[in-house]
């Protein structure tokens, strides 16, 4: 049975830090992209950063020179480390393991971890 399991979230004042991290199991780890979105009331979800097996990375433009995406695919882990936060950068953030190769279109979601960036 895939899991895929996001912690980090939490209530952080403008300008200050939080690092995400996401644990996936039942997966070969390393062969998947490990992707970031976020969700706001009222919004479609959309995609923050993702990072390939090999370690390349994507990144929207909001969150460019702020966010880092990283992986440990010994731990079957990935991060995204949010630095600089603004209000805006408010939601729920999800993980989501993308199936590449022989395992396209296996996707699977955690169930979110809410970040508030408030003073």
């Known amino acids: 049975q895939v899991q895929v399991v996001e912690s980090g979230g939490g209530l952080v004042q403008p300008g200050r830090s939080l690092r995400l991290s996401c644990t996936a199991s039942?997966?070969?780890?390393?062969?998947?992209?490990m992707a970031w979105y976020r969700q706001t009331p009222g919004k479609q979800r959309e995609l923050v950063a993702f990072?390939?097996?090999?370690?390349?990375?994507y990144y929207i433009d909001s969150v460019k020179g702020r966010f880092t995406i990283s992986r440990d695919n010994a731990k079957n882990t990935a991060f995204l480390q949010m630095n600089s936060l603004k209000p805006d950068d408010s939601a729920v953030y999800y993980c989501?393991?993308?199936?590449?190769?022989?395992?396209?279109?296996?996707?699977?979601w955690g169930k979110g971890t809410l970040v508030t960036v408030s003073s």
């Open positions: 039942g997966i070969i780890f390393k062969i998947y992209t």
């Open positions: 990072i390939i097996g090999g370690g390349d990375t």
């Open positions: 989501k393991a993308e199936g590449t190769g022989t395992n396209y279109g296996r996707d699977y």
